[in-house]
Each structure stands twice: as structure tokens, then as C-alpha cells.
């Protein structure tokens, strides 16, 4: 069983930073890829960034730039660094894990995180 605990949202002002952390319990982490997903009120959940066992990276276009995802397999741990922030990148954030890259596409796994809200205003 995977466990995944999202940490590091909060409220910030646009143009401010946040770093979201994700730990998971559970040796399947480090053997896969993971990703951070969003999904603002009304909206559907989007792929914000993910990364592979290797360090294959896809990010949205939205976000390209601005945030870096980044992984720590000792730690069991995918972080999610947000740059200049802006009101449009409000959201829960959600992490997943045991996905696979095909094609350059990230395929999602089972597991998801219970979510994180970002909040950007002033």
C-alpha cells in the first residue's frame, strides 16, 4: 500500500514562491514516475509536471519556466518549487505516483495524494 502526504501549500502573493513536498510510504515510489497534478475550483485536474525514474521531465505549458519538479528516492520524495506565482496557479495540488512516461506523455498511477491548496492573491 502507497501512501502519499502532500505538504508546503499556503497562501502567497503573486509573484511569490512556494515549495510543495510529497512523501510517500511504500518502496514503489522510487521505482516509477511521479507527478504533481492541480485542479482549480470547477475545473478539471491537470497535469502541472511529472518525472520519471531517470529524470525524464514533462511540464504544462502554463508552468514551464516557473516551476521545477525535482525527486529525492532516498527520501521517498518528489518536490514541486513554484516560482512567480500567479493568481491562475490557485488550486489543490495533488500528487501521483506509479505512472509511467509512453511517448513523452505522462500516464497517471493509482495513487493519489489527499491534496495541498495553493492559494496565490493579494
Known amino acids: 500500500q502507497v501512501q502519499l502526504v502532500e505538504s508546503g501549500g499556503g497562501l502567497v502573493q503573486p509573484g511569490g514562491s512556494l515549495r510543495l513536498s510529497c512523501a510517500a510510504c511504500g518502496s514503489i515510489f522510487s521505482r516509477n514516475a511521479i507527478a504533481w497534478y492541480r485542479q482549480a475550483p470547477g475545473e478539471q485536474r491537470e497535469l502541472v509536471a511529472a518525472i520519471g525514474r531517470f529524470g525524464s521531465i514533462n511540464y504544462a505549458d502554463s508552468v514551464k519556466g516557473r516551476f521545477t519538479i525535482s525527486r529525492d528516492n532516498a527520501k521517498n520524495t518528489v518536490y514541486l518549487q513554484m516560482n512567480k506565482l500567479k493568481p491562475e496557479d490557485t488550486a489543490v495540488y495533488y500528487c501521483?505516483?506509479?505512472?509511467?512516461?509512453?511517448?513523452?506523455?505522462?500516464?497517471?498511477?493509482?495513487?493519489w495524494g489527499q491534496g495541498t491548496q495553493v492559494t496565490v492573491s493579494s
Open positions: 501521483n505516483a506509479d505512472g509511467v512516461f509512453r511517448s513523452g506523455s505522462y500516464y497517471p498511477g493509482d495513487y
